[in-house]
């Protein structure tokens, strides 16, 4: 989709270039504020038993030995945070206090280098000139800064599994798929570090061992396909102490699952009554690259959307008969953003290609760079609202557990799901934050103004 830029010109840096990256800024800036006006240090939902309660659990245990072990056998739901909890470990090491804000920052910083290796995948090696690129990639940032998946901004636990996974996922097949030939092993190397770490991290990393595994055994790279099972290997083995099936599937029709699949591709949607079909649309599409050899062309890019679309076949298998409403949840919303990314960035690549004018890929680039930018305002400003929801959410449930530490809990939701669906949740949420201010870790402030408190 050729914007109207001159093909002779230079394709090195200069001003123009230097006003495309303060475009690209833009939308990251705005993320970054939004995030940082309605930031709040304090656990929700997941982020008690995960961090508060792995924290407090894990300065009692009397050795070294003890909290290794800790750290491979504690499990939430069905997965092994292991990476989640080393952070946890180390920032208690450093400073024996659990810093909630830090944490998520962690994982919300993660989507910088989730932007450069999109820039990477898609355009870093194309012939056009550089000023081109960043024009064409320029759509891409408003799409991935928009707050589509604000839930997962402020909510550590969130941040890390899915934001981190996602980059260290994208990172190891970016590595892994370099095809100089010459550089195969410090690639392969980086490949299989970002790969193990994924697997610790989230169980969606394991979705990659046959790509990898495909492409080490086409290059007949035998020894570093060895090496990349290796990882697989060592991030499987914690599933192997103490594991705990998780039953919770739901009981739903068998139907939903196909339903869910598809709604998980195409939530990020502005329409939410369009995700099903958006779904089958982005998957059509994906299928037209495949038939057009765009993974042949850009192999990281289809390796990337084809990883989001087995962990969403997974998520579907998993927690399709719990219903639609998961599937539509906002911090699940980052997958379908980059499918939509990959969406764009292909059909692109077809206009680029294709014998039009210059004046109809001109009109063509500005309806998508509109439509970025309303996608971006959009969702921005939904987002901005959750992420105030969440906050006042949050300070309420601090006030309420002021009042009469011994019986209320912080995890207070407002709501008729109250004394039912949170109800265990919320009495080892009050245990656990009662435990973290005895041993120290952590103070809960009702007040957001006030010395030491969250921010």
């Known amino acids: 989709m050729q914007p109207g830029a001159d093909r002779r010109a230079d394709s090195g840096w200069n001003l123009h270039s230097a006003g495309l990256l303060g475009a690209i800024l833009l939308p990251i800036l705005a993320a970054y504020a939004i995030l940082l006006r309605y930031m709040v240090d304090m656990p929700f939902i997941d982020d008690y038993p995960v961090m508060l309660g792995f924290s407090v659990k894990y300065v009692s245990l009397p050795s070294w030995g003890a909290r290794l072990h800790f750290i491979l056998a504690d499990q939430w739901v069905e997965y092994k945070l292991v990476l989640v909890h080393l952070l946890s470990a ?13 944490q998520f920052w962690i994982g919300n910083l993660a989507l910088i280098p989730l932007l450069y290796l999109l820039w990477r995948m898609y355009f870093a090696r194309d012939a056009a000139p550089l000023n081109q690129r960043l024009l064409l990639f320029l759509p891409i940032a408003f799409l991935l800064f928009s707050l589509n998946y604000a839930e997962a901004l402020d909510w550590s636990a969130a941040a890390l599994a899915y934001i981190g996974t996602i980059a260290l996922c994208f990172a190891s097949i970016l590595f892994i798929s370099q095809p100089d030939a010459g550089r195969v092993g410090r690639h392969t190397a980086a490949a299989c570090l970002c790969v193990l770490a994924a697997c610790l991290n989230s169980a969606s990393g394991f979705f990659l061992l046959p790509f990898g595994l495909y492409l080490l055994w086409c290059r007949r790279a035998f020894g570093w396909a060895a090496a990349w099972c ?9 599933y192997f102490v103490h594991y705990a099936k998780d039953l919770r599937t739901g009981n739903g029709p068998l139907y939903l699952i196909p339903l869910y699949f598809f709604s998980f591709l195409g939530a990020g949607t502005p329409i939410i009554k369009l995700a099903i079909p958006a779904g089958a649309a982005i998957l059509a599409i994906m299928a037209w690259a495949v038939r057009a050899g765009y993974h042949r062309t850009h192999p990281a890019a289809m390796l990337g959307a084809a990883w989001i ?17 998961f599937s ?14 990959f969406c764009y960035a ?3 690549d077809r206009v680029l290609h294709a014998d039009l004018s210059h004046r109809a890929r001109r009109r063509l680039y500005a309806v998508a760079l509109l439509g970025s930018i309303l996608f971006c305002i959009r969702f921005d400003v939904q987002g901005a609202g959750i992420l105030k929801a969440r906050r006042a959410l949050l300070l309420a449930g601090a006030e309420h557990f002021r009042q009469a530490p011994g019986r209320n809990s912080p995890m207070w939701f407002n709501s008729e799901d109250h004394d039912t669906f949170f109800a265990g949740q919320e009495a080892d949420a009050r245990q656990w934050m009662i435990e973290a201010e005895r041993l120290q870790l952590y103070t809960l402030h009702p007040d957001p103004n006030a010395p030491g408190s969250p921010r």
């Open 328 to 341: 539509l949840a906002s911090r699940y919303k980052i997958f379908s953003d980059l499918l939509l990314i």
């Open 309 to 325: 679309v087995i962990a969403a076949a997974a998520a579907a298998v998993g927690r399709g008969r719990t219903g639609l409403a």
């Open 230 to 238: 290796a990882m697989f290997a060592l991030g499987i083995a914690p």
């Open 346 to 348: 292909f059909l692109a």
């Open 90 to 102: 180390l920032e208690l090491a450093a400073t024996h206090r659990i810093d909630f804000a830090f």
